[in-house]
């Protein structure tokens, strides 16, 4: 499901916290939840002019969320994107006897229709930097019968390089057009091609293209490409050109007709005439945790047979290993090697390629949000176990030191200072949720002295002392300081028949909480009394709690 919301405009308010119950509450839980709150906040209740007004407004915050989880329409729409979800403009067109999917799918298309407006004024911009190095003399002059002087240093050079990139400009709803170019060089030798191109969608199961091109070598490019779905589940694509230049005109056309063999499997067959005419026939399958795909080519002069595969690791940095080998009249090359994400919008990988006859050779790769930069690193000519070694161990070590002198501290020093400036956006926000909780504490004293007396007689849960924020109980963080606040009264409010009950949500949306250290990880400490001995708790800020239940017994002196 495509996320229709940015981040900054999911609002932070849990009507379930708010309320202490489930996310999947039934309406008799919400209504329950709605009345014992009502009590509390009613703003007749109170006789003082202050506490009257401090009640009306958390009354209402309470009636908000009750009306919101107890429609499930807006709770449809709630749960997935939050308060902010509910004032999108275009709701009135949405009849209120549609079921909570199809609420939920008209406003992703009003949403899409708010994205296509923003396509209009941006690009897509799109690059790619290669940089060729040829590093043979490190290893090719120590098998050679030369003699080298003591302290003379292999000769590296960078031989290649290559720059592109591209720009997309939505003219209408259906029209694209592509700009696009790259320059390259090699030994000294330079070129260059600019590519205009205009895509406009046709319908809804396919899209046409045509592409002009022009370039310092090689003569103007005409060239049209269209795609097709036949069905669900089978599409074509086909792509023709003309290439013009003093020898006359080349045409070419490849055709690609693909097929879902099942939910993860996709079969391709490919043909090519021109001057490079070829059959190709592949068969990738892709899943949550593998890729793998298969290929057979038959061509002049490519001819050959490869199969690739990679695991992927479902870990926070989405850690991927993977190995291929290809062979045909050229030879045969055998790659291996592994990517992991480095931070929010950057992923490094580096793949080992040894071949008969190509030799030993490393690419490091760099993906930048949409730019992606790579490093070829020609090693040797020769099949040389040395330089297979170092191509394996060099990467990996570069990488953990990297990782460890550049990379984390790096992100750490981000990480405080996103969170720093998030201190500092939310501080009237927090400023203000303090104001509230300390208003619902002034509103809660008289019912949590009437609760206190009940459990007092019958030996029941009395909560001592509860503090809620960030703790520090690492002898290596001394230095950092303790942020919490004292929830006594708020926790007692909730006590019922001798029981405290705590949903899975963050608790500072509960009555009398607030956050009191805003990004940083939070728990609730409880120290509590049930049948006259004394009790301990300490709970993560998201983990559900039920006490007195699993607590641990500590001395009344303590």
């Known amino acids: 499901m495509a ?52 009640a009306e407004q958390l009354f209402y915050l309470v009636h908000e969320a009750y009306e919101v989880l107890s429609d499930p329409q807006a709770r449809a729409i709630y749960d997935v994107y939050g308060k902010r979800g509910l004032d999108v403009k275009g709701w009135e067109v949405v009849e209120r006897r549609r079921s909570p999917a199809e609420i939920r799918e008209e406003y992703e ?9 923003r396509l209009q004024q941006r ?3 799109k690059g790619m ?3 060729g190095i040829d590093a043979t003399d490190l ?123 099942d939910k993860n499997t996709m079969g391709y067959l ?15 399958r892709d899943t949550k945790s593998s890729h793998f795909a298969f290929a057979v080519q038959l061509g002049i002069p490519h001819t050959f047979m490869m199969m690739s595969y990679q695991y992927k690791f479902q870990d926070e940095d989405q850690t991927k290993i993977k190995a291929s080998i290809k062979s045909g009249f050229f030879g045969t090359v055998v790659e291996y090697g592994a990517e992991r994400k480095i931070s929010r919008h950057s992923v490094v990988g580096a793949t080992v390629r040894v071949g ?83 208003a619902a504490v002034l509103l809660m004293q008289e019912s949590v002295r009437r609760i206190i007396e009940a459990e007092e007689s019958r030996m029941g849960l009395i909560i001592l002392n509860a503090w809620y924020g960030k703790f520090v109980t690492d002898n290596s963080r001394k230095h950092e300081r303790a942020k919490v606040i004292d929830v006594t009264v708020p926790l007692q409010c909730l006590v019922k028949d001798s029981k405290l009950i705590l949903t899975e949500a963050s608790k500072s949306g509960l009555p009398g909480f607030y956050d009191p250290c805003v990004g940083e990880e939070k ?36």
């Not at 599409?235 to 003309?242: A, N, R, S, T």
């Not at 490919?270 to 990738?284: A, D, E």
Request: with cysteine; hydrophobic share 35%.
């Open 3 to 54: 996320c229709a919301l940015d981040d900054d405009e999911i609002c932070n308010d849990d009507y379930y916290s708010l309320l202490n119950v489930r996310r999947e509450a039934t309406q008799e839980e919400l209504k329950a939840a709605y009345r014992r709150l009502c009590m509390l906040y009613h703003p007749d209740k109170h006789r003082d002019p202050e506490l009257k007004q401090q």
């Open 139 to 261: 290893f090719d002059r120590y098998e050679e019968d030369n003699d080298y002087e003591d302290g003379d240093i292999p000769h590296i050079e960078i031989n290649r390089m290559h720059i592109s990139q591209s720009i997309e400009a939505p003219l209408t709803r259906k029209v694209t057009a592509i700009l696009s170019g790259f320059l390259s060089t090699r030994n000294g030798n330079g070129s260059g091609t600019i590519n205009l191109a205009l895509r406009r969608v046709t319908s809804a199961r396919g899209w046409s293209e045509i592409d002009l091109e022009a370039g310092d070598t090689d003569g103007p490019l005409f060239g049209m490409k269209t795609f097709h779905s036949l069905t669900p589940r089978c599409f074509v694509m086909g792509q023709c050109e003309m290439q013009f230049s003093s020898r006359g005109a080349r045409p070419s056309m490849t055709t690609v007709l693909a097929r879902h063999l």
């Open 123 to 125: 690009t897509n911009p």
């Open 270 to 284: 490919q043909w090519r005439w021109g001057g490079q005419s070829s059959m190709n026939t592949s068969i990738v």
């Open 129 to 131: 930097i290669s940089v």
């Open 523 to 558: 728990s609730l400490k409880v120290l509590y009394q049930f049948r006259g001995v004394m009790h301990q708790v300490l709970s993560g800020d998201t983990e559900p709690l039920r006490i007195p239940k699993q607590s641990h017994r500590i001395d009344a002196d303590t």
């Open 109 to 117: 298309r009003l949403q899409r229709e708010r994205e296509e407006e």
């Open 356 to 438: 008969v006859p190509q030799g030993v050779s490393l690419k490091i790769t760099l993906n930048r949000a949409s730019q992606t930069y790579f490093f070829p690193i020609h090693l040797t000519d020769q099949l040389l176990p040395s330089a297979v070694f170092y191509a394996t161990v060099g990467p990996l070590v570069l990488y953990l030191t990297i990782q460890h002198l550049v990379i984390r501290p790096y992100l750490r020093a981000q990480k405080e200072e996103e969170l720093e400036k998030q201190r500092e956006s939310s501080a009237s926000n927090i400023s203000k949720k303090k104001r509230e909780a300390e």
